[in-house]
């Protein structure tokens, strides 16, 4: 069966989130309480948008290690193999070191058990469907289904056992001061296109489109349109450099956001001090 996917959510791990939650507020984005998550190690705040995707932010309340140290998420997934921690503890608990910014993003598939057994059909290694949940601050409990890939460089999947209504803010939660009304471009920096392309032609399973954007300076970049997202994948050309030391310090994963805006004053790249290490940028459409 044809399954379609599309953007669902994108993760930002902050230190603290009323901090966060203020900082945010004052970029003009309108921040909702998430809840704390069902094993009780992290809680978030969202930032939903017309189109249907938001922004999570998320914070650990205990580290697990000391706070100034920061490690790849594919290291730290790893050592969690190591330890016998779940699938999805191996692919949450690694934002915790990553360092403050964008850490991860999720697909919704229109169905998720379709969606898992065609991609392992097509050779890929995707695990679930995994249960997932948090506890909303109205006692509302939410509950999800995860997919899990094997590596960074591809999007995790989020599928909605209670109603999505309830996991994503709706009405006035969506209206921006700031004017923001979705998530035009994610762009994901990869070690190696020739690797990652195929991985994602079989989790998706599209090609590509045609036209080859520039993402970045000094980048090979691969777009995948996923309806009104686009997700670029970015391989740093050379070996030495910043988006070289970038996948070094942090691993795979998403690098840049664009937003769109209905205001065009608000059109720019955002304050990295309020975004907590995000880069995000207001484009206006």
């Not at 979705?182 to 994602?200: C, E, F, K, N, Q």
């Amino acid at each position: 069966m044809e399954v379609t996917f599309g953007l669902d959510h994108v993760v930002i791990r902050v230190d603290d989130l009323a901090v966060a939650t203020v900082d945010y507020t004052t970029l003009g984005f309108t921040v909702v309480r998430g809840g704390e998550h069902t094993d009780r190690a992290s809680h978030n705040a969202l930032i939903a948008f017309a189109d249907g995707s938001y922004l999570e932010l998320i914070a650990f309340k205990q580290r697990s290690v000391p706070s100034d140290r920061q490690i790849p998420k594919h290291v730290r997934a790893q050592q969690l193999v190591a330890s016998h921690h779940s699938l999805v503890e191996r692919r949450v608990r690694p934002w915790e070191t990553a360092g403050e910014g964008l850490v991860d993003f999720a697909l919704l598939p229109g169905a998720i058990d379709d969606a898992i057994i065609g991609a392992q059909s097509r050779g890929l290694a995707l695990e679930g469907p995994l249960p997932g949940g948090r506890l909303r601050p109205d006692g509302q409990q939410v509950s999800w289904q995860f997919g899990i890939p094997d590596a960074f460089d591809l999007p995790f999947l989020c599928a909605d056992v209670t109603g999505r209504f309830l996991r994503v803010p709706e009405g006035a939660a969506r209206q921006h001061a700031n004017g923001a009304t979705g998530i035009a471009d994610v762009y994901v920096l990869v070690m190696d296109l020739d690797t990652s392309v195929p991985r994602y032609r079989s989790l998706l399973d599209i090609e590509p489109v045609q036209d080859i954007a520039i993402a970045w300076p000094d980048t090979h970049t691969v777009d995948f349109s996923l309806g009104s997202t686009t997700i670029s994948l970015a391989e740093p050309m050379g070996v030495s450099g910043p988006l070289c030391d970038h996948i070094e310090r942090y691993g795979e994963g998403p690098y840049a956001l664009k937003l769109r805006t209905t205001d065009p004053a608000k059109a720019g790249v955002l304050d990295p001090t309020l975004t907590h290490g995000a880069r995000i940028e207001m484009v206006f459409e």
